[in-house]
């Protein structure tokens, strides 16, 4: 429940903070007004650390920038034909933008922008109630001309306006719908969600670039599973990312297989849990996180009814990596990304035969080796992967993969295992089979490696004998 006593002796302190009222001084001397907007000021009410402060001003953003100049170590103005202006004051950063009402025309993927005139104005625009309160500063008075505190009781996401207009001035709104649902463990308003749901095409205005950053943000949310139930429900997530409805197989009343999509979500899930435990203190792994929601996806397009009632999903892994690796790149996720989450996928089943049988130590150091930078992601996934309601089966696999790190942490000491080349390198094995440089130099190394994988340090001799036979043996 929220405590409005405490909620607003939240809001006097952020008045307070040095950063605040040194803007709110410089505007108030200018003859302009100023307030704090959105997220902090839904934070402060809510008892929730505040992050970046946005104020927003009547003041238009050349008279924005001449005021904060004095008053800052930095300014920039690249938002400045939206009226934003940025700045560092007292080493913060802060976002100082024009009354605005921005929308779109329908047809182009960029919003128009218009200033407004008044603060009211400027706060109904916004996309939902509980972001559509302001804090007027210096004079600390709270401004909620839709209802927010209201909705911030109750926990109920709306939009200021009638929805189906407010998502046809900005549709990406459907889409922070269930990121903030997620984020602040709320409900979207029944209206609200059917109006999502009525308007889902309409995201097909907006650039794709910014519906990555909408779905990053999702997934950067320590329950994002909630968002993306309503994204599916609303049938919102088939313009953008297709293959997760699709995990919502078809069940056939004689082939028995677990449901696929309740599983990527657990997985999903699991993963966060996992994540946290073992790294703190990191930023939160969206790759990870992009890899468990969609690490399953070739299933659809494998899956085989197998006689007896089985169901089969042959080479999903691999399928899903290059679904998955079209999907990042149609979504503008950058080149490191996409090579991480197709890693994962394409792996993500390499465990399981440890499970069945204990590895050579050269399986175990070809497993190291073929994750390479992706093999902390990996062990974090592979974990999440056990969705068994079997507590037995559940345990074994568990202690299976116990076991698999504990001897990676002890192949590591014996031989740096991370560091694992040939006992010859590309200079020898052109000496020894007297050949140019080439591709045939690049498998002959790939034969040594192999070689030290599979059986440790040979040592140059044995190496430069094994090579010869090798090489007498490709003819």
Do not use: C
């Not at 939902?128 to 996401?157: C, I, K, Q, S, Y």
């Not at 993306?228 to 997760?244: D, H, K, S």
């Not at 990191?282 to 929601?293: G, H, K």
């Not at 050949?435 to 490696?449: H, M, S, T, W």
Request: proline residues 5%.
């Amino acid at each position: 429940m929220l405590n409005m006593a405490a909620g607003l002796a939240r809001l006097g302190d952020l008045a307070a903070s040095p950063v605040v009222a040194s803007l709110a001084q410089a505007f108030a001397d200018a003859g302009f007004d100023l307030a704090v907007v959105g997220g902090p000021v839904r934070d402060a009410l809510l008892g929730r650390r505040t992050h970046d402060l946005d104020f927003t001003t009547d003041a238009r953003p050349d008279d924005i920038l001449r005021i904060v100049t004095p008053i800052s170590s930095a300014q920039w103005d690249i938002g400045r034909a939206f009226g934003t202006i940025g700045a560092r004051v007292r080493g913060e950063q802060v976002e100082i933008t024009t009354y605005r009402a921005d929308s779109y025309d329908g047809e182009t993927r960029k919003p128009t922008v218009e200033f407004g005139d008044t603060l009211e104005a400027d706060l109904t625009r916004r996309d939902f109630t509980v972001n559509a309160m302001a804090l007027r500063v210096p004079a600390v008075t709270l401004v909620d001309p839709t209802g927010g505190v209201e909705d911030l009781v109750a926990g109920v996401l709306r939009t200021p306006i009638e929805p189906r207009v407010s998502f046809g001035d900005d549709p990406l709104r459907m889409l922070r719908a269930a990121r903030f649902s997620s984020q602040l463990e709320f409900d979207i308003e029944p209206g609200t969600l059917q109006a999502i749901g009525d308007l889902r095409e309409t995201l097909t205005i907006v650039s794709p670039e910014r519906i990555q950053a909408e779905l990053t943000r999702l997934l950067q949310t320590d329950d994002p599973v909630r968002g993306l139930r309503a994204l599916v429900e609303t049938q919102l997530i088939e313009q953008f990312l297709p293959e997760i409805p699709a995990l919502r197989l078809e069940v056939d009343e004689h082939h028995h297989h677990k449901d696929v999509y309740e599983h990527s979500l657990t997985v999903l899930a699991q993963a966060i849990e996992h994540e946290k435990l073992r790294h703190p203190d990191a930023e939160l792994d969206v790759p990870l996180r992009l890899a468990a929601l969609l690490h399953d996806i070739g299933k659809p397009r494998t899956r085989k009814l197998e006689p007896g009632g089985a169901v089969s999903f042959h080479h999903h892994d691999l399928v899903g990596a290059r679904m998955a690796r079209k999907r990042l790149q149609a979504l503008r996720y950058d080149g490191d990304t996409i090579g991480s989450v197709t890693k994962l996928i394409e792996l993500h089943l390499r465990f399981f035969g440890y499970a069945e049988g204990a590895w050579t130590d050269s399986a175990v150091r070809r497993y190291v080796r073929d994750a390479g930078e992706e093999l902390d992601r990996l062990h974090i996934l592979t974990r999440a992967d056990v969705t068994t309601r079997n507590r037995r089966k559940a345990a074994r696999l568990a202690g299976a993969y116990d076991d698999i790190e504990a001897r990676i942490a002890t192949l590591r000491e014996q031989e740096e295992l991370d560091a694992i080349r040939p006992d010859l390198d590309g200079n020898e094995i052109q000496q020894i089979l007297d050949i140019a440089p080439g591709p045939l130099v690049g498998k002959a190394y790939r034969f040594l490696l192999d070689l030290r994988l599979d059986e440790g340090a040979l040592g140059p001799e044995e190496a430069a004998r094994r090579l010869r036979a090798w090489w007498t043996e490709q003819g």
